[in-house]
């Protein structure tokens, strides 16, 4: 396990600001602090249990993955419905609408991992805690009622118009930061996607923290995999580690 230290990363890089410096968080939700790979699965394995069949988890996030990342695409997660349609024969199981529905619902039931909702307590003590999430509003709502509600704000892309990593997205939220008298340099950024934001926001010019959710596991399960990896500022496998960190900063 890695741990970014004040003054370098977990691999000895440097490292611009220390995690005292900084006024807001921003996070990516859906795979950062939603176990939406954990709800994907779940749900499958309900659907193949009634059906008396078995699926494998990890093939079908693949399935998912090719999916979901197609020119047909529609916004998350009314996108599962048409996802679920399109993998079921892959995996085995009934190509029937009335799933591809439970496969869009079951998102209001998806959990944060573990440790999310206690660390985002924790940090909202020091920060304010801004969620950035390609999700629809209506799904937005439901995580957050899961996650304790600890965000000072929060940016779908019904509020946005667009999904990571378009960099209008993160605009809508400097924007925002602007207008509270902050600035981008005021912001750590902090996901677990190294395609949609560990990227992108090196790009832009932020410093990141990436939560590697997937550290026991091979490959990228549901997330499209980067062209390239991007190393981050800090790096930790838990956003617990993060909140620990934080603490160990302040004396805590």
């Known amino acids: 396990m890695r741990r970014a230290r004040p003054g370098t990363n977990g691999r000895g890089l440097h490292v611009a600001k220390s995690l005292s410096s900084f006024r807001y968080m921003t996070f990516d939700v859906v795979g950062t602090l939603i176990d939406f790979e954990g709800g ?91 969620a950035m999430t390609n999700a629809q509003r209506w799904a937005y709502e439901h995580f957050a009622d899961a996650l304790g509600r600890p965000f000072h704000a929060a940016f779908t892309t019904d509020d946005t118009g667009t999904e ?16 509270e008298g902050g600035r981008k340099d005021d912001i750590l950024h902090v996901a677990q996607s190294q395609y949609h934001d560990i990227g992108i926001s090196r790009s832009l010019g932020m410093t990141n923290c990436w939560i590697q959710r997937r550290h026991a596991q091979p490959g990228y399960g549901g997330t499209i995999e980067p062209e390239r990896f991007t190393e981050p500022d800090y790096h930790f496998t838990s956003l617990g580690e993060l909140a620990d960190a ?7």
């Open 40 to 130: 994907i699965k779940d749900c499958l394995a309900a659907i193949a249990a009634e059906s008396g069949v078995a699926v494998d988890g990890e093939e079908a996030l693949g399935f998912y993955r090719e999916a979901r990342y197609s020119p047909e695409a529609q916004r998350f997660p009314d996108d599962l419905a048409r996802v679920y349609l399109s993998i079921a024969p892959k995996i085995g199981l009934p190509a029937e609408q009335r799933y591809g529905e439970r496969l869009r619902a079951s998102a209001a039931v998806w959990k944060g991992f573990p440790d999310s909702a206690q660390a985002l307590a924790r940090l909202a003590k020091r920060y304010k805690l801004i």
């Open 164 to 179: 990571k990593p378009d960099p209008a997205f993160f605009n809508h939220v400097f924007a925002f930061v602007e207008g």
């Open 246 to 252: 934080v603490a160990r900063k302040a004396g805590l």
